[in-house]
């Protein structure tokens, strides 16, 4: 098996060199790659070294309070940034509290010694998902712990099935799983891998720090101010459709703010349009948001994270395409969430349908009820919604110092 997957990284390069030409994405690889071992060449030698790998930008938002947790706690350790995907690393190259940001070079056995070799990490922090055979193996021949982060599993990944013998060879690889739930630490035991521990999920941690560092935008306060007031983050053309359809027969004091998953002029034209005249859009403000708009786009990106602290209901876009986008951002301010059907692989999306702060709909009819419920129904419903997603927040957090708690005793151990 081991044969089959050093082909397949093999086949997986060739892929890369042959699509680069014409894929973006791809060249955006390949040559990221090729600059490692050149950005690698002047590295320092004998420094602490802590090395987080994350596979994309969602991750790198997940590992983020690890990073600045290390930081404080550990000063006198340099911190290097792997990402697989350009998606992470073109957005974070030049993230400030990393010393190197690099891509991760192919799961080779000779690349995974000469990584390690350079980059002589005492720690290792690999984030939610990214199994690599040849660096797992050969951080575990040089005895350098290897912590997997805010892991999830399920029992249809190969870990689990009977076919997926070789792949369990991995997991005694990883010195400590701090995996997000119970049901992922029973899955783990139930094949002998007993070294792991239920920490929670560091992006609770993460989206904490949002609201404490978000910003004041007076212009959308003012807008906001004596309204109520919906906040559609992430949204796609098909949420998009329902908003407008809803706000059609809503009450004069609803106000809707909304902020598309996609920023470009011919989506955000699109947008503008469905509200049929009634909508503004932020980037063209010169000063307070005329009387008459009901509804303002937010056509910039950044501001999301802040946005939330403006309404009392949440709508998170994405339910009816791929799948829901972050709902733990409107949760953290104490507000229900309502989002659609694709968002059973989202942990925290069924956390909060089962806390009774989160809404799911399948469609119009389906958004509007809940929206009367909210708004137009018993006050005291909306009131503990909110409360119920704010709790469970609150309940979440501390992953972060749970697992740089059990990561310092292990350095401790072997100093």
């Not at 093999?10 to 990221?32: D, T």
């Amino acid at each position: 098996m081991c044969l089959v997957y050093n082909l397949g990284i093999l086949l997986y390069g060739w892929v890369l060199r042959l699509a680069a030409p014409f894929n973006h994405r791809a060249a955006l690889l390949l040559q990221g790659r090729r600059r490692v071992w050149g950005d690698l060449a002047a590295f320092w030698g004998d420094d602490k070294v802590a090395w987080v790998h994350c596979a994309s930008l969602g991750e790198f938002e997940q590992g983020r309070p690890l990073i600045e947790a290390l930081r404080k706690q550990r000063p006198d350790h340099k911190v290097v940034l792997t990402f697989f995907s350009p998606s992470g690393y073109e957005v974070r190259k030049n993230y400030e509290l990393a010393d190197l940001v690099l891509y991760l070079p192919a799961d080779t056995a000779a690349n995974a010694r000469r990584f390690i070799d350079k980059v002589r990490p005492s720690e290792v922090y690999f984030i939610k998902y990214e199994y690599w055979f040849h660096y797992f193996k050969a951080l575990k021949r040089r005895n350098i712990p290897l912590y997997l982060v805010s892991a999830i599993f399920r029992e249809e990944q190969i870990f689990f099935r009977w076919y997926g013998g070789w792949f369990r060879k991995l997991l005694p690889l990883v010195t400590r799983f701090f995996v997000q739930d119970e049901r992922s630490a029973s899955l783990l035991r139930s094949i002998g891998v007993a070294h792991c521990e239920v920490a929670g999920d560091t992006r609770f941690d993460r989206v904490k720090a949002l609201v404490e560092q978000a910003r004041e935008v007076p212009v959308i306060a003012d807008f906001a101010k004596g309204q109520r007031v919906l906040v559609a983050g992430s949204t796609w053309p098909p949420d998009e459709a329902i908003l407008a359809k809803w706000l059609e027969q809503a009450p004069s004091d609803v106000k809707i703010i909304v902020a598309p998953h996609e920023v470009h002029e011919a989506h955000v034209q699109e947008l503008v349009a469905r509200f049929k005249g009634g909508a503004a859009r932020f980037s063209q403000l010169k000063g307070a948001v005329s009387a008459e708009a009901r509804v303002l786009v937010i056509d910039t990106i950044g501001l999301l994270s802040s946005l939330y602290r403006y309404g009392s209901v949440a709508y998170i876009g994405g339910g009816f395409g791929k799948g829901i986008h972050n709902t733990l951002e409107a949760a953290t301010y104490g507000m229900p969430v309502i989002f659609g059907p694709h968002h059973k692989k989202f942990k925290e999306a069924m956390d909060l349908l089962e806390e009774g702060a989160a809404f799911a709909i399948a469609g119009q009819a389906d958004f509007e009820q809940v929206m009367a419920g909210l708004w137009d129904g018993d006050a005291a419903r909306l009131a503990a919604a909110g409360a119920a997603a704010s709790a469970y927040v609150g309940r979440m957090t501390g992953a972060t110092e749970r697992v740089l708690g059990v990561s310092a005793g292990t350095q401790a151990t072997q100093d």
